[in-house]
């Protein structure tokens, strides 16, 4: 314990040594604010104070050596043994302390003492750090009452918030301090435990069935600020990279669970039925939950250790459950009251839905908590893509929305504070109790909200659809699907709460193809995200899943449409429908069969090829729409959805036939695995973006003005200052240096390959490696071989080469394009003698009709139309002329 390090000598000297009248003068002085203590200064230029006015012998004291003894003091009774008003007489110092500071700037004696003393500054922080710690102790020996509770959460506060008195006001200030004391560590633990407590006590009082009046509901209003603004002070400093890291390697809180139970007790903090119309308890407890839920965010994306390996190395993985299911809780609730658009209420209630799928979003991406979601939280995404259409678009593919969350920080007032909880043990009691200001810091714009919320959906599909060989267990393979799948059967307004009215789903009958024609608007609808809000990757993934859907659903329908041929005749099939057997992937054969491809690109490794040509994704939308068309066409026609038919088990049961053996082999997985080593790396955690375009923007045009600032560590210190002012998130001059270095290897290796590139699109990306590119062009460039491995044909052409494709009959550009092959057959086409070029078609003029636009060469292999195409190589792969080509 802290207290064993200050001797029991030292205490009773202290306590000897301190003037008899010190103890009168903080209890009468610390009820005057700083304005009072002010204007008497002024008036007496000894410096010297009267703090018993109006009894017969005034006396006074000298501030300068008042403030010198103070904290010394104050240690020295928290050390001694318990007594009744001891916590009141310290909570009394510290509000005075605090008034104290206030007025340095006013007076020069004060700011020499105060700030300028080192020892004394050491001495004010052992003693917030005693205090916590003591605070933050297991105190089961003298039970609580209301009123020393509220006593022990304002304390807990005060403490924390009179650093800004004597250090800064500057969080960034304080983390540098903080973390070169040597008892950093203790203070970090004892200061999440001390809010732990003062949220247990608060939870306590909630659940305590009472006839309420209007002094208790205030008790529990105040109750509620001080604790969130206890809490808010560990957010903020868990803002920095440097502390979180700090948190994330002490064992106490991580490896013991001690930030989990803090995140479990607030999660679980309930509104009984006598505070359901208290709209500021209400508030305070939604934004303690959205701060917590971003603290934990913080604390699993750190890079300085594996926080949940951690806690499960030390055997509390059922803690980080407990989390998990608090967190698919307050998805269900968030997504239930996004399906319908509510008024924002009048009191900001915090980030908390978006904070649960930013939370969501990273441990859905951790192998110790996936396969919980898997089970879970793909029946509650099925039942929102169950909604009708236009409920659809109006939560997930807008940007403009009726409602958004609000978040907002409180502004916490100590002297206020300590003055409320003080007068209840005094014969100064108020009646009316204190109110905070709140400070709104929305500093996302609505389309900004709506786009973070819609792109969180897509990476929480990604990550639980994408299988990882050799850290993933093969029963997991296409599991989430088969969830998702199976949770279309439940009725989705008992997945989805009612809290609103209003809200509608797609028919039973009409579900499958509901559900298809959702995906199909959100594929669409996240091809604007991209590369802000998201990472081609994450929609590589999403389309693998919808195309995964639309051929399961497609063989569920033949299935259906083959039952009532059998149930119209009678039971009696013919030759040719006894040859039509169900199609069953468990099969070697079937493995075997190069035209039975229903995983497609599941795996990881799969999807990294396909990123090569990740402008198709043009195409792929255009597809998309019309596949949209054609399913909303002829849903009308069909009874029952097949999805919604048979039992769950048999639905289940059917799937897991059909994808067991949907990939063609360990063989296939083992090669790629070898061709991309770092994989399991990546998966395990995936880089995110934290600087935004304003943010690119400003650093690009300073980079023009010197290039070579990676090299000067005060301008990396500057901008890393000033880039934190545009954004969410603080930019350390580390992750500035690292994003330096990394965009200058990436252009290196561009230069290397293709010659002098500029860099027109910065990623943003803090993490250890660029993102790639987003224009086709730039991904023809990376897949140009080199110059000796494919020598240039008379006519010019080069494999890799940027083409754009003439329809000289009507004196039109069609569209623009790779070369992929230059020589040899293709499909019975001799390339050379012909005078053609196999390309691969990347953007066509008029999108809109490309499907059924008919392609020279055609044939029943390659196809007839670009649609056909596409069909055949998932990709618009044609025969060109090459004089119908520029380049």
Same mark, same amino acid.
């Given at each position: 314990?802290?207290?064993?390090?200050?001797?029991?000598?030292?205490?009773?000297? %202290?306590?000897?040594?301190?003037?008899?009248?010190?103890?009168?003068?903080?209890?009468?002085?610390?009820?005057?604010?700083?304005?009072?203590?002010?204007?008497?200064?002024?008036?007496?230029?000894?410096?010297?104070?009267?703090?018993?006015?109006?009894?017969?012998?005034?006396?006074?004291?000298?501030?300068?050596?008042?403030?010198?003894?103070?904290?010394?003091?104050?240690?020295?009774?928290?050390?001694?043994?318990?007594?009744?008003?001891?916590?009141?007489?310290?909570?009394?110092?510290?509000?005075?302390?605090?008034?104290?500071?206030?007025?340095?700037?006013?007076?020069?004696?004060?700011?020499?003492?105060?700030?300028?003393?080192?020892?004394?500054?050491?001495?004010?922080?052992?003693?917030?750090?005693?205090?916590?710690?003591?605070?933050?102790?297991?105190?089961?020996?003298?039970?609580?009452?209301?009123?020393?509770?509220?006593?022990?959460?304002?304390?807990?506060?005060?403490?924390?918030?009179?650093?800004?008195?004597?250090?800064?006001?500057?969080?960034?200030?304080?983390?540098?301090?903080?973390?070169?004391?040597?008892?950093?560590?203790?203070?970090?633990?004892?200061?999440?435990?001390?809010?732990?407590?003062?949220?247990?006590?608060?939870?306590?009082?909630?659940?305590?069935?009472?006839?309420?009046?209007?002094?208790?509901?205030?008790?529990?209003?105040?109750?509620?600020?001080?604790?969130?603004?206890?809490?808010?002070?560990?957010?903020?400093?868990?803002?920095?990279?440097?502390?979180?890291?700090?948190?994330?390697?002490?064992?106490?809180?991580?490896?013991?669970?001690?930030?989990?139970?803090?995140?479990?007790?607030?999660?679980?903090?309930? %509104?009984?039925?006598?505070?359901?119309?208290?709209?500021?308890?209400?508030?305070?407890?939604?934004?303690?939950?959205?701060?917590?839920?971003? %603290?934990?965010?913080?604390?699993?994306?750190?890079?300085?250790?594996?926080?949940?390996?951690?806690?499960?190395?030390?055997?509390?993985?059922?803690?980080?459950?407990?989390?998990?299911?608090?967190?698919?809780?307050?998805?269900?609730?968030?997504?239930?009251?996004?399906?319908?658009?509510?008024?924002?209420?009048?009191?900001?209630?915090?980030?908390?839905?978006?904070?649960?799928?930013?939370?969501?979003?990273?441990?859905?991406?951790?192998?110790?908590?996936?396969?919980?979601?898997?089970?879970?939280?793909?029946?509650?995404?099925?039942?929102?893509?169950?909604?009708?259409?236009?409920?659809?678009?109006?939560?997930?593919?807008?940007?403009?929305?009726?409602?958004?969350?609000?978040?907002?920080?409180?502004?916490?007032?100590?002297?206020?504070?300590?003055?409320?909880?003080?007068?209840?043990?005094?014969?100064?009691?108020?009646?009316?109790?204190?109110?905070?200001?709140?400070?709104?810091?929305?500093?996302?714009?609505?389309?900004?909200?709506?786009?973070?919320?819609?792109?969180?959906?897509?990476?929480?599909?990604?990550?639980?659809?994408?299988?990882?060989?050799?850290?993933?267990?093969?029963?997991?393979?296409?599991?989430?699907?088969?969830?998702?799948?199976?949770?279309?059967?439940?009725?989705?307004?008992?997945?989805?709460?009612?809290?609103?009215?209003?809200?509608?789903?797609?028919?039973?009958?009409?579900?499958?193809?509901?559900?298809?024609?959702?995906?199909?608007?959100?594929?669409?609808?996240?091809?604007?995200?991209?590369?802000?809000?998201?990472?081609?990757?994450?929609?590589?993934?999403?389309?693998?899943?919808?195309?995964?859907?639309?051929?399961?659903?497609?063989?569920?329908?033949?299935?259906?449409?083959?039952?009532?041929?059998?149930?119209?005749?009678?039971?009696?099939?013919?030759?040719?429908?006894?040859?039509?057997?169900?199609?069953?992937?468990?099969?070697?054969?079937?493995?075997?069969?190069?035209?039975?491809?229903?995983?497609?690109?599941?795996?990881?490794?799969?999807?990294?090829?396909?990123?090569?040509?990740?402008?198709?994704?043009?195409?792929?939308?255009?597809?998309?729409?019309?596949?949209?068309?054609?399913?909303?066409?002829?849903?009308?026609?069909?009874?029952?959805?097949?999805?919604?038919?048979?039992?769950?088990?048999?639905?289940?049961?059917?799937?897991?036939?059909?994808?067991?053996?949907?990939?063609?082999?360990?063989?296939?997985?083992?090669?790629?695995?070898?061709?991309?080593?770092?994989?399991?790396?990546?998966?395990?955690?995936?880089?995110?973006?934290?600087?935004?375009?304003?943010?690119?923007?400003?650093?690009?045009?300073?980079?023009?003005?010197?290039?070579?600032?990676?090299?000067?560590?005060?301008?990396?210190?500057?901008?890393?200052?000033?880039?934190?002012?545009?954004?969410?998130?603080?930019?350390?001059?580390?992750?500035?240096?690292?994003?330096?270095?990394?965009?200058?290897?990436?252009?290196?290796?561009?230069?290397?390959?293709?010659?002098?590139?500029?860099?027109?699109?910065?990623?943003?990306?803090?993490?250890?490696?660029?993102?790639?590119?987003?224009?086709?062009?730039?991904?023809?460039?990376?897949?140009?071989?080199?110059?000796?491995?494919?020598?240039?044909?008379?006519?010019?052409?080069?494999?890799?080469?940027?083409?754009?494709?003439?329809?000289?009959?009507?004196?039109?550009?069609?569209?623009?394009?790779?070369?992929?092959?230059?020589?040899?057959?293709?499909?019975?086409?001799?390339?050379?003698?012909?005078?053609?070029?196999?390309?691969?078609?990347?953007?066509?003029?008029?999108?809109?009709?490309?499907?059924?636009?008919?392609?020279?060469?055609?044939?029943?292999?390659?196809?007839?139309?670009?649609?056909?195409?596409?069909?055949?190589?998932?990709?618009?792969?044609?025969?060109?002329?090459?004089?119908?080509?520029?380049?």
């Amino acid at each position: 314990m802290f207290g064993k390090k200050i001797d029991k000598a030292i205490t009773a000297s %202290i306590t000897a040594d301190t003037p008899k009248h010190l103890v009168a003068a903080v209890k009468s002085l610390q009820w005057r604010n700083s304005l009072e203590m002010h204007k008497i200064l002024k008036e007496h230029e000894d410096f010297c104070i009267c703090y018993n006015p109006g009894e017969e012998s005034p006396k006074k004291i000298n501030v300068e050596k008042m403030v010198g003894m103070l904290p010394l003091h104050l240690v020295a009774v928290l050390m001694t043994p318990e007594r009744d008003d001891k916590f009141q007489y310290l909570l009394s110092g510290i509000r005075l302390l605090h008034t104290l500071c206030d007025l340095t700037s006013r007076h020069p004696k004060l700011e020499q003492v105060l700030l300028d003393d080192v020892k004394l500054s050491g001495q004010m922080i052992d003693l917030v750090i005693a205090t916590i710690v003591v605070l933050g102790g297991n105190r089961k020996e003298r039970c609580y009452l209301d009123h020393e509770s509220l006593l022990d959460s304002t304390l807990v506060a005060s403490c924390l918030y009179l650093l800004h008195g004597f250090i800064s006001p500057n969080y960034q200030d304080l983390v540098q301090v903080l973390l070169v004391h040597p008892r950093v560590d203790v203070f970090i633990d004892a200061s999440f435990g001390a809010v732990h407590n003062a949220v247990r006590s608060l939870n306590k009082k909630l659940l305590t069935r009472r006839r309420l009046g209007a002094s208790s509901v205030g008790a529990v209003s105040f109750h509620c600020q001080q604790a969130e603004a206890a809490l808010q002070f560990l957010h903020s400093l868990c803002q920095h990279k440097l502390f979180r890291d700090r948190v994330a390697k002490n064992k106490e809180l991580c490896g013991n669970g001690g930030v989990l139970m803090l995140a479990q007790s607030i999660l679980s903090l309930a %509104i009984t039925p006598e505070y359901v119309g208290e709209v500021v308890i209400i508030a305070s407890i939604s934004r303690m939950k959205a701060k917590v839920l971003s %603290i934990l965010q913080h604390l699993f994306e750190a890079e300085s250790v594996s926080f949940l390996d951690e806690v499960a190395r030390a055997g509390n993985l059922h803690l980080a459950k407990t989390i998990a299911s608090e967190v698919l809780k307050l998805l269900r609730v968030g997504l239930s009251i996004a399906s319908k658009g509510t008024a924002s209420p009048q009191y900001p209630m915090g980030f908390v839905l978006l904070n649960a799928m930013r939370l969501a979003d990273v441990l859905t991406d951790d192998s110790n908590l996936r396969s919980f979601f898997t089970k879970h939280l793909s029946i509650v995404l099925s039942a929102v893509f169950c909604l009708s259409h236009g409920d659809f678009l109006s939560m997930l593919c807008s940007s403009e929305l009726s409602s958004r969350e609000d978040d907002a920080t409180l502004d916490y007032d100590l002297f206020t504070s300590a003055g409320w909880v003080l007068s209840v043990f005094s014969s100064f009691s108020q009646s009316v109790t204190a109110q905070f200001k709140l400070s709104f810091q929305n500093n996302l714009t609505m389309a900004s909200y709506a786009h973070q919320r819609t792109s969180l959906v897509i990476k929480m599909m990604a990550n639980l659809h994408c299988f990882v060989p050799n850290l993933c267990k093969e029963e997991d393979r296409n599991s989430f699907i088969k969830n998702f799948m199976s949770g279309m059967q439940k009725d989705p307004s008992s997945i989805l709460l009612n809290i609103l009215p209003g809200r509608s789903y797609t028919p039973v009958a009409e579900r499958g193809n509901g559900v298809w024609r959702n995906l199909c608007s959100l594929l669409l609808h996240a091809q604007s995200l991209l590369p802000n809000a998201l990472i081609a990757e994450d929609l590589m993934l999403l389309r693998v899943f919808s195309d995964q859907y639309k051929e399961l659903l497609a063989e569920l329908e033949k299935n259906e449409v083959q039952t009532k041929d059998i149930q119209g005749t009678g039971g009696n099939l013919t030759a040719k429908q006894q040859r039509k057997k169900p199609l069953n992937l468990n099969n070697e054969e079937a493995s075997d069969n190069s035209d039975v491809r229903v995983e497609g690109a599941t795996t990881k490794q799969d999807v990294n090829e396909e990123m090569e040509i990740v402008e198709r994704l043009k195409e792929r939308d255009a597809d998309a729409n019309n596949l949209e068309t054609s399913g909303s066409d002829t849903s009308s026609n069909r009874g029952k959805s097949p999805v919604d038919r048979g039992e769950d088990g048999e639905l289940v049961q059917n799937m897991s036939k059909r994808f067991k053996g949907s990939v063609s082999g360990e063989a296939k997985e083992d090669e790629r695995a070898e061709a991309y080593p770092d994989f399991e790396k990546q998966r395990k955690k995936r880089k995110r973006s934290i600087m935004n375009d304003d943010q690119t923007g400003m650093i690009e045009k300073a980079l023009a003005a010197e290039p070579d600032m990676q090299r000067n560590a005060a301008s990396i210190q500057s901008w890393a200052d000033k880039l934190s002012q545009e954004g969410s998130e603080v930019i350390t001059a580390s992750q500035l240096k690292n994003w330096l270095n990394n965009r200058k290897a990436k252009l290196a290796r561009a230069n290397k390959q293709t010659g002098p590139v500029r860099d027109n699109n910065s990623s943003g990306d803090l993490a250890e490696s660029p993102g790639e590119e987003n224009t086709w062009q730039q991904a023809a460039s990376s897949r140009t071989p080199k110059t000796g491995d494919n020598p240039m044909r008379p006519d010019g052409l080069r494999q890799g080469q940027q083409v754009t494709l003439l329809d000289k009959e009507i004196g039109d550009e069609i569209g623009k394009g790779i070369v992929l092959s230059t020589d040899g057959e293709w499909y019975g086409l001799n390339l050379e003698t012909r005078k053609l070029c196999v390309v691969d078609v990347m953007e066509l003029r008029g999108s809109d009709l490309w499907s059924t636009m008919t392609i020279p060469y055609g044939s029943d292999d390659v196809g007839r139309t670009f649609g056909e195409a596409k069909s055949r190589f998932g990709v618009m792969r044609v025969a060109w002329d090459v004089n119908k080509l520029q380049y």
